[in-house]
């Protein structure tokens, strides 16, 4: 049985940083998955942030959050993080950590994955 429990979200004032943390049961990280981030705010749809091949050797980030958010990955703990600095109130949003297999070129896409975690709420002030 696989689990994803994501972590690490909370209330911050626009400026301040959150780390959120996803830990797989159930799954192993490896070449032959990949790992994304995803958000979703009231009334829009599901939106890529961040995603990590099974390696970890490979990153890539939505536009809007490059240079501000991290993802990295501890393979031998199977988790991933990810380190959101400079947050803006528009990052407001639930943030689902989410695995599949390997298919980076279609990593934006939801449809590439098939677990999810039950998502976290992230709240930026202004």
């Known amino acids: 049985q696989v689990q994803l429990v994501e972590s690490g979200g909370g209330l911050v004032q626009a400026g301040g940083s959150l780390r959120l943390s996803c830990a797989a049961s159930?799954?192993?990280?490896?070449?032959?998955?990949?790992m994304g981030w995803f958000r979703q705010a009231p009334g829009k749809e599901r939106e890529f942030v961040a995603g990590?091949?099974?390696?970890?050797?490979?990153?890539g980030y939505a536009d809007s959050v490059k240079g501000r958010f991290t993802i990295s990955g501890d393979n031998a703990k199977n988790a991933v993080y990810l380190q959101m600095n400079s947050l803006k109130p528009e990052d407001t949003a639930v943030y689902y950590c989410?695995?599949?297999?390997?298919?980076?070129?279609?990593?934006?896409?939801?449809?590439?994955?098939?677990?999810w975690g039950q998502g976290t709420q992230v709240t930026v002030s202004s």
């Open positions: 159930g799954l192993t990280f490896s070449r032959y998955t990949m």
């Open positions: 989410a695995a599949g297999p390997s298919n980076w070129g279609r990593r934006r896409f939801p449809a590439s994955y098939n677990h």
């Open positions: 990590i091949s099974g390696s970890g050797g490979t990153t």
